[in-house]
């Protein structure tokens, strides 16, 4: 078994491949960097929440060895404030931790000490995004650009947002959702386009897909790739942000009802209001034509049929109020009260467990994957916990 340290090493060390030559062209303050054609594509990795642009929660990484051991990656302290608390659960790139905290950026290493930490006089809760070899980052005022071997701000604009899922990385492009989904270029800052709806947003090559709830009501919105509005639906009190995947777009709401819409026409594919779990604070995973549906306050997670809607297989899981994460064959969930579990993604067989009161695991909020582990966001003062 790797040690805890290589373990995010080697899952980071594609990233260095990807977007090498793309970080060393960019410059601070630069309002044109010398790069040709556009960024290198993001790397294969959990780059931002949700694990990729689509918040898909997909992972090409190995679930943790049944007799795994965790150790906590500690973000340093603020002199004012003491320790420092993570915001969001982390982005992964270049055998770093990305995470967002209360007044900036930490880059957390297994060990001692933060790789570096950015204090930005603004509050981040969102989950950063890595991409064209740099770490993007939206605050409540302010969007950056953060070199990641130094934490060195290369490009700030005014904007951004409180959402976990604001910040999207595809193609050479950053998406942040704001009072509508706000489009820049990833090495400038130059803003291409914005629209008027939707705070949470998932992207992909069909288009732009934004979610709200206020004043009661839950919408979604789809956009064109250039910002063209496509459709608006009014679907309940929408939580967490849209999934998009092979042509499909699926959101729930707070009292658990999926919806599966149509990524160009928003014409609805099924709905599926018929699950026993409780309210919903996150969102949805999906691979190989399952969507995992977390229990949310229930006991309850389900595996239900993407191109139907139809219940695959239930499991008794406790509370889950974090996405999923779902491997090649397996899913993983955050027991919020018990600890970690992996499951079979096909069948939903259970297959092992690491109990939170063994592992010192906290009040789990949500799971981050790196080779042969995950990242465990414990919340309060337990903070991230590596289980490698």
């Known amino acids: 078994m790797p040690s805890r340290r290589a373990a995010l090493i080697a899952f980071g060390t594609g990233v260095a491949a990807a977007t090498a030559g793309c970080l060393e062209q960019l410059q601070p303050g630069a309002t044109k960097p010398p790069i040709d054609g556009p960024c290198a594509p993001a790397p294969e990795t959990w780059s ?41 659960t982390p982005a992964i790139g270049n055998g770093t931790a990305f995470v967002s905290v209360a007044g900036g950026v930490v ?9 570096w930490a950015a204090d930005l006089e603004d509050q981040f809760d969102a989950v950063p995004a890595v991409g064209c070899g740099v770490v993007f980052a939206a605050g409540l005022n302010e969007t950056v650009a953060l070199d990641p071997d130094t934490g060195e701000v290369l490009w700030r604009r005014d904007g951004g947002s409180h959402e976990e899922t604001t910040v999207a990385y595809r193609d050479g492009t950053l998406y942040v959702g704001t ?29 732009v897909y934004a979610a ?9 919105y789809g956009y064109d790739p250039d910002g063209e509005e ?29 919806h599966a819409v149509d990524a160009v026409t928003g014409a609805m594919d099924w709905s599926q209001s ?16 399952t969507l995992v549906l977390p229990a949310g306050h229930g006991s309850t997670s389900y595996g239900i049929d993407t191109a139907t809607g139809e219940v695959l297989w239930a499991q008794q899981t406790a509370m889950v109020t974090g996405r999923p994460v779902v491997g090649p064959d397996w899913v993983a969930f ?19 467990t690491w109990s939170r009161e063994a592992y010192d695991l906290g ?11 995950l990242i465990v966001d414990g919340g309060g003062p337990t903070g991230l916990s590596l289980l490698s």
């Open 230 to 258: 496509r459709f608006h639906l009014s679907l309940g009190k929408i939580v967490g942000s849209p999934t998009v995947a092979d042509g499909t777009v699926y959101v729930v709401d707070n009292d658990g009802t999926v």
């Open 212 to 220: 709200e709830f206020s004043n009661g009501e839950g919408d979604l």
């Open 363 to 373: 009040v789990i909020r949500g799971l981050v994957p790196v080779q042969d582990g």
């Open 334 to 352: 955050g027991r919020t009260n018990v600890g970690v579990a992996v499951y079979d993604l096909e069948t939903g067989e259970h297959r092992r």
């Open 274 to 289: 018929s699950l026993d779990n409780g309210k919903l604070f996150t969102g949805l995973a999906v691979r190989d034509g």
């Open 48 to 88: 931002t929440a949700g694990g990729d642009a689509g918040r898909t929660g997909q992972t090409a990484t190995a679930a943790p060895p049944a007799d795994a051991d965790s150790s906590p990656l500690r973000l340093g302290t603020r002199e004012e404030s003491g320790r420092r608390l993570a915001s969001s």
């Open 107 to 115: 880059a957390a290493m297994p060990g001692d000490e933060p790789r």
């Open 179 to 207: 009072h509508g989904p706000r489009v820049l270029d990833a090495r400038t800052g130059e803003e291409r386009w914005r629209a008027d709806g939707g705070q949470t947003l998932a992207v992909s090559d069909d288009g």
